[in-house]
């Protein structure tokens, strides 16, 4: 088993050492957080071994779980790659590209891996479709929340909807060619409402949207191709897929037939795949695991992490041009 540490024992911190003391493929060894009232405190609570100085966690650790603010990231992260740990890090991986990007360099020099956390990835509704998603040219994503004060020290761009951006990258696989955005700052100092369309150089074009400031949750996404419909709900954790295929000679009365203008005759074929029931964040962790331990590329690399980083930096930056 591999020995884990955390870096950050915050809300999402917190969450991370109860998982890491669930998952089989690691052992807990500790934490550390610049706090020494929360750590003595979660220390009591939970019984974490909470340790003096986040170098003394390092030594004692094969991986390290960097759940700190955004802020705070290349620091931490930097400290555990030179000490040849290996690396998880929150989303998004950094506060700045120049940073990611050096993260994952200095990542290669020092021959670790590392894996950055973009949870949606391991949604059982992405992943029961996301093989299926080819060649699609159109995308709408909508990611909506209720206000909560944790999290606006960012954007909504790097709290909400860089999901959708990596999600996208992930079955796009084409370089970005042009990013349109708006953004409007409603109760924080930085936009908590946001529109991006991105258009990619092999012709698909997604339009995402995130709110921080909504009435109610919705995280949905719907991906466009050729003869098919693929639609993910991210958090009712569903998905639906309708298919047009050339209609039969005889189909049967209850058949949904459509007649194009060319008078082509398509059928309509419903199909909801099987999703099935996960921890997704201890399916990222345990997945990390067993990239480190079969020597292999983890499913969200720090060059992804990099690259959605990039992109959602360039939704912001389109901001700053209105």
Same mark, same amino acid.
């Given at each position: 088993?591999?020995?884990?540490?955390? *870096?950050?024992?915050?809300?999402?911190?917190?969450?991370?050492?109860?998982?890491?003391?669930?998952?089989?493929?690691?052992?807990?060894?500790?934490?550390?957080?610049?706090?020494?009232?929360?750590? /003595?405190?979660?220390?009591? +609570?939970?019984?974490?071994?909470?340790?003096?100085?986040?170098?003394?966690? !390092?030594?004692? &650790?094969?991986?390290?779980?960097?759940?700190?603010?955004?802020?705070?990231?290349?620091? &931490?992260?930097?400290?555990?790659?030179?000490?040849?740990?290996?690396?998880?890090?929150?989303?998004?991986? #950094?506060? #700045?590209? +120049?940073?990611?990007?050096?993260?994952?360099?200095?990542?290669?020099?020092?021959? =670790?891996?590392?894996?950055?956390?973009? =949870?949606?990835?391991?949604?059982?509704?992405?992943?029961?479709?996301?093989?299926?998603?080819?060649?699609?040219?159109? *995308?709408?994503?909508?990611?909506?929340?209720?206000?909560?004060?944790?999290?606006?020290?960012?954007?909504?761009?790097?709290?909400?909807?860089?999901?959708?951006? %990596?999600?996208?990258?992930?079955?796009?696989?084409?370089?970005?060619?042009?990013?349109?955005?708006?953004?409007?700052?409603?109760?924080?100092?930085?936009?908590?409402?946001?529109?991006?369309?991105?258009?990619?150089?092999?012709?698909?074009?997604?339009?995402?949207?995130?709110?921080?400031?909504?009435?109610?949750?919705?995280?949905?996404?719907?991906?466009?191709?050729?003869?098919?419909? !693929?639609?993910?709900?991210?958090?009712? /954790?569903? &998905?639906?897929? =309708?298919?047009?295929?050339?209609?039969?000679?005889?189909? %049967?009365?209850?058949?949904?037939?459509? #007649?194009?203008?060319?008078?082509?005759?398509?059928?309509?074929?419903?199909?909801?795949?099987?999703?099935?029931?996960?921890?997704? *964040?201890?399916?990222?962790?345990?997945?990390?695991?067993?990239? !480190?331990?079969?020597?292999?590329?983890? =499913?969200?690399?720090?060059?992804?992490?990099?690259?959605?980083?990039?992109?959602?930096?360039?939704?912001?930056?389109?901001?700053?041009?209105?």
């Amino acid at each position: 088993m591999l020995k884990a540490g955390v *870096i950050g024992a915050g809300h999402l911190g917190k969450i991370h050492l109860k998982l890491l003391k669930q998952s089989t493929q690691y052992e807990l060894v500790g934490f550390y957080d610049a706090s020494p009232e929360a750590s /003595k405190q979660i220390e009591a +609570e939970f019984g974490y071994k909470s340790f003096p100085t986040m170098e003394a966690l !390092i030594e004692a &650790c094969d991986m390290l779980d960097v759940v700190t603010p955004t802020l705070h990231h290349y620091a &931490c992260a930097e400290k555990v790659i030179n000490a040849g740990k290996h690396l998880f890090i929150e989303k998004p991986i #950094t506060h #700045t590209v +120049e940073e990611a990007d050096a993260l994952r360099d200095l990542a290669k020099q020092k021959g =670790v891996r590392g894996q950055v956390g973009q =949870v949606e990835r391991f949604n059982p509704a992405f992943m029961a479709v996301k093989d299926m998603i080819t060649n699609t040219m159109f *995308i709408e994503a909508h990611r909506l929340a209720e206000f909560n004060p944790r999290g606006t020290d960012v954007s909504v761009v790097l709290d909400l909807m860089i999901h959708d951006i %990596d999600a996208i990258l992930s079955v796009v696989q084409s370089p970005v060619k042009v990013v349109h955005a708006s953004g409007v700052s409603v109760i924080s100092d930085t936009p908590d409402i946001a529109n991006a369309r991105i258009e990619f150089e092999n012709g698909c074009v997604a339009n995402l949207t995130a709110s921080r400031i909504s009435m109610k949750k919705m995280r949905k996404a719907r991906f466009f191709q050729k003869d098919a419909y !693929i639609s993910v709900d991210f958090l009712e /954790k569903k &998905c639906e897929i =309708v298919k047009m295929k050339d209609a039969p000679e005889n189909p %049967d009365d209850f058949a949904m037939v459509l #007649t194009n203008a060319e008078g082509v005759k398509k059928q309509i074929y419903f199909e909801n795949p099987e999703v099935a029931a996960n921890n997704a *964040i201890l399916d990222e962790l345990d997945s990390f695991a067993e990239a !480190i331990k079969n020597d292999r590329t983890p =499913v969200v690399s720090l060059s992804q992490g990099a690259d959605a980083l990039r992109v959602a930096m360039q939704v912001i930056e389109n901001f700053q041009n209105i």
